[in-house]
């Protein structure tokens, strides 16, 4: 007796584990509605707890057939809608925001962050570090550019007052912008951290005014620049003598040289051509999505036959608003960064580096032994002028009227 | 050093006076991105 109510409990302790498989091998029994993927059954088969036999049968081909609303694996899906959706081709209407706001999905950013934290910040370090590094060792060596010429007492103007503003208010300009972009790449990696972030978040702020407003005084001094001093940086044939002799600034020969020598005109057209590049790209995104250039650039490159470029690879065929601004920002920074290097280069020589060619930019007066040893022809230009005093002029006499 | 001073004092004026007609002509974010369906406020 007491056995057969043993068998009796066993039993019925077995009964819920064998009822579900059979239910599911019921339930697997009519999948080709489905195309052998699991059904509505399934589901509440499994939510009841019971086992579920897995999927059979190619499902994903049955479905391609299925067409009704709501059709398992997507049947009533528009791929080409979702594609166009991923890839910013669809029409879509938003009601603010206007084309840009349109672009739902656009996977830019991500590549674009990671070069920003990445590379961007690593090298564009490195440049400016290494660049200090090259002058402080170049000083070292070398020392201080000193006068041969034992002074004369006179002085020529070297840059009038007009001039000399100009330069200022570039120099000025492009220092401050310098110094509010590398915070604006930097901060976060070194100040938040170290200092706090609502120090960083004050400092960003003010950095972000300082920039965006600044910018345009440095782009009217650029234009200034450009202006007065263009046609006396047209490069010659004394640039190559000049550039022969390192200028000079190696070894003790003195190269002739007119109002600006060849390193000065590099010094020009870099802050020409890379500070007109920097504009474009910072009015581009100063105006937000109003002004995308990269497309254009990409397209005009194509059409001298440049298909990809090193490192970078094959040239993007379309960009999303939003790539626009990440490439211009990219562009902004990158050459921003050789722009500050060269700069550096450019006060270095303009300040300790050479002696006397503070003057030039300070009072704007040389004098003539300085003149003599770093732009002899210019300065013989002045005699004949009579800006300056005959070459075999006594010490302390003043040049003709 | 009194043509630095012109310099500076122009970089003061011009990025100043930049930053008032900016905002004459709608220039900040939430005059050029946003419209009457989105509230900034």
Not at chain 1, 291 to 296: D, S, T
Request: net charge neutral; proline share 4%.
């Amino acid at each position: 007796m007491l056995r057969a109510f043993l068998v009796l409990v066993l039993c019925l302790g077995l009964l819920p584990v064998s009822a579900p498989m059979v239910s599911a091998q019921e339930t697997v029994t009519d999948r080709s509605a489905t195309g052998g993927a699991q059904t509505l059954e399934d589901i509440l088969a499994r939510q009841r707890g019971e086992e579920v036999a897995p999927r059979t049968g190619d499902a994903a081909s049955a479905a391609r057939d299925l067409s009704g609303q709501l059709g398992t694996l997507g049947g009533a899906s528009d791929p080409d809608l979702w594609r166009a959706l991923r890839y910013g081709s669809a029409d879509i209407t938003v009601s603010s925001g206007g084309e840009v706001a349109s672009v739902l999905m656009q996977d830019g950013g991500m590549a674009w962050l990671e070069f920003r934290e990445g590379p961007l910040a690593k090298y564009g370090g490195y440049l400016l570090l290494g660049t200090i590094a090259l002058l402080l060792v170049f000083f070292v060596l070398r020392g201080r550019v000193k006068l041969d010429y034992e002074k004369t007492g006179r002085t020529v103007t070297r840059f009038k007052t007009m001039e000399r503003a100009a330069h200022w208010l570039l120099a000025g300009s492009f220092i401050l912008l310098g110094i509010t972009g590398l915070l604006t790449l930097f901060g976060r990696m070194f100040i938040a951290p170290y200092i706090s972030k609502d120090f960083n978040a004050t400092l960003l702020l003010a950095s972000k005014y300082i920039h965006n407003n600044v910018a345009w005084a440095f782009i009217v001094a650029l234009f200034a620049v450009f202006v007065m001093w263009v046609w006396h940086n047209i490069p010659n044939r004394t640039d190559i003598t000049w550039f022969a002799q390192a200028g000079g600034i190696v070894g003790s020969k003195h190269p002739p040289a007119k109002k600006f020598n060849g390193g000065q005109k590099i010094i020009f057209w870099s802050v020409i051509l890379l500070g007109g590049s920097i504009s474009l790209s910072g009015v581009s995104l100063l105006f937000p999505f109003e002004l995308p250039m990269f497309m254009k650039t990409f397209d005009l490159m194509r059409s001298v036959g440049i298909e990809s470029l090193p490192i970078y690879g094959p040239l993007p065929t379309a960009l999303a608003p939003h790539e626009e601004m990440q490439y211009a920002q990219a562009w902004h920074a990158i050459v921003a960064f050789v722009l500050m290097a060269i700069i550096i280069a450019h006060i270095y020589i303009g300040s300790v580096g050479m002696e006397g060619a503070y003057d030039a930019m300070g009072t704007g007066e040389v004098d003539e032994a300085w003149a003599k040893q770093h732009h002899s022809l210019w300065l013989e230009e002045l005699q004949k002028k009579g800006e300056a005093a005959p070459k075999d002029a006594p010490k302390n006499a003043t040049p003709a009227e | 050093m009194k043509a630095m001073m012109m310099g500076f004092a122009a970089m003061i004026a011009i990025s100043v006076g930049s930053y008032f007609v900016l905002q004459e002509m709608g220039f900040s974010a939430d005059a050029v991105h946003s419209g009457d369906a989105v509230r900034l406020d």
